[in-house]
């Protein structure tokens, strides 16, 4: 559904992600200033992006390290709604098409930086036996 732009361009998002800022917060007892700034100018942009992409933040930064495979993430993606389910009962359909479209986002996105890597590492193979 959405275009994936070349494989510099997703390098250098991925390269990014790691490191941004906005992945990482003051703890509130070090500045309760800075925390509260953090929480309302950030907070937005996390949710936007949890949102419109499904995976929050953490959780696309360990799926993409490592941290965490496929599958569990989008287990820790849905424990709210299978906590919900578990309380209130699923709604037909809707839940199993959210979980499809979530395991199918986060899987594709998977095969993606396993292949940006792979690439990677052979650049660095080719190189060093250039």
Same mark, same amino acid.
Not at 4 to 11: A, G, L, M, N, T
Not at 45 to 62: E, P, R, Y
Not at 66 to 88: K, N
Not at 89 to 113: K, N
């Given at each position: 559904?959405?275009?994936?732009?070349?494989?510099? +361009?997703?390098?250098?998002?991925?390269?990014?992600?790691?490191?941004?800022?906005?992945?990482?917060?003051?703890?509130?007892?070090?500045?309760? +200033? *800075?925390?509260?700034?953090?929480?309302?100018?950030?907070?937005?942009?996390?949710?936007?992006?949890? #949102?419109?992409?499904?995976?929050?933040?953490? *959780?696309?930064?360990?799926?993409?390290?490592? !941290?965490?495979? #496929?599958?569990? @993430?989008?287990?820790?993606?849905? *424990?709210?709604?299978?906590?919900?389910?578990?309380?209130? !009962?699923?709604?037909?359909? $809707?839940?199993?098409?959210?979980?499809?479209?979530?395991?199918?986002?986060?899987?594709?996105?998977?095969? =993606? =930086?396993?292949?940006?890597?792979?690439?990677? $590492?052979?650049?660095?193979? @080719?190189?060093?036996?250039?």
């Amino acid at each position: 559904d959405r275009p994936i732009p070349d494989k510099e +361009q997703v390098e250098h998002m991925l390269e990014f992600l790691t490191t941004d800022t906005v992945c990482y917060r003051a703890p509130p007892e070090e500045s309760e +200033q *800075l925390y509260a700034l953090e929480k309302s100018r950030w907070d937005p942009i996390t949710d936007w992006f949890s #949102t419109n992409f499904h995976v929050h933040l953490a *959780l696309t930064t360990a799926l993409m390290d490592g !941290g965490l495979d #496929t599958e569990e @993430a989008i287990a820790a993606s849905m *424990l709210e709604t299978d906590y919900q389910i578990d309380r209130w !009962g699923e709604v037909e359909w $809707q839940h199993t098409i959210d979980r499809a479209r979530l395991s199918a986002d986060v899987a594709a996105a998977s095969l =993606v =930086v396993r292949e940006i890597r792979n690439m990677e $590492q052979d650049k660095k193979t @080719a190189f060093n036996t250039a």
